[in-house]
């Protein structure tokens, strides 16, 4: 059993400080902590943390994830286009809007990995989720092709 769950995250005691730390300090963690110290800017370790993190929220479909995803300030989901193998999913106010622009890089990798771990939970069947757009790139938002194979 793993020591920790979704659940137990929203157990917060602390009454000075509350429940919110800045978006500098997850950027930092993030940006400058796994994107510049780990190899290949930390995307196998990024992609395997958010599989993890979206094998463990409480939801049942797209709706409720989109849901959460909006709660937890990931940012604002929005579908784009969507058939019968492919879904496209645009997210507004994502972690990186604001940093500065780096012409083909994209760093929201671990925002994809946890709607694919999400999905892959409660569909019937297997999704692989990239990221093709990022505000880092210059794009206007974050977005995510989700492929069901």
């Given at each position: 059993?793993?020591?920790?769950?979704?659940?137990?995250?929203?157990?917060?005691?602390?009454?000075?400080l509350g429940n919110?730390?800045?978006?500098?300090?997850?950027?930092?963690?993030?940006?400058?902590?796994?994107y510049q110290g780990?190899?290949?800017?930390?995307?196998?370790?990024?992609?395997?943390?958010?599989?993890?993190?979206?094998?463990?929220?409480?939801?049942?479909?797209?709706?409720?994830?989109?849901?959460?995803?909006?709660?937890?300030?990931?940012?604002?989901?929005?579908?784009?286009?969507?058939?019968?193998?492919?879904?496209?999913?645009?997210?507004?106010?994502?972690?990186?809007?604001?940093?500065?622009?780096?012409?083909?890089?994209?760093?929201?990798?671990?925002?994809?990995?946890?709607?694919?771990?999400?999905?892959n939970r409660f569909?019937?069947?297997?999704?692989?989720?990239?990221?093709?757009?990022?505000?880092?790139?210059?794009?206007?938002?974050?977005?995510?092709?989700?492929?069901?194979?």
């Amino acid at each position: 059993m793993d020591p920790f769950n979704f659940k137990d995250m929203s157990r917060i005691d602390r009454p000075k400080l509350g429940n919110e730390v800045p978006l500098e300090l997850f950027r930092t963690i993030r940006l400058i902590g796994m994107y510049q110290g780990l190899p290949m800017n930390g995307k196998a370790t990024t992609v395997t943390i958010g599989r993890k993190i979206g094998e463990n929220l409480p939801v049942d479909s797209m709706d409720e994830l989109f849901q959460i995803v909006e709660k937890l300030k990931i940012g604002i989901p929005k579908i784009v286009l969507s058939d019968e193998r492919t879904v496209c999913v645009a997210i507004e106010d994502c972690f990186c809007k604001g940093l500065p622009q780096a012409e083909g890089k994209r760093v929201c990798d671990l925002e994809g990995a946890i709607l694919e771990g999400a999905i892959n939970r409660f569909s019937t069947r297997k999704a692989s989720v990239r990221e093709v757009k990022c505000n880092v790139n210059g794009d206007e938002h974050c977005e995510y092709e989700i492929r069901f194979l």
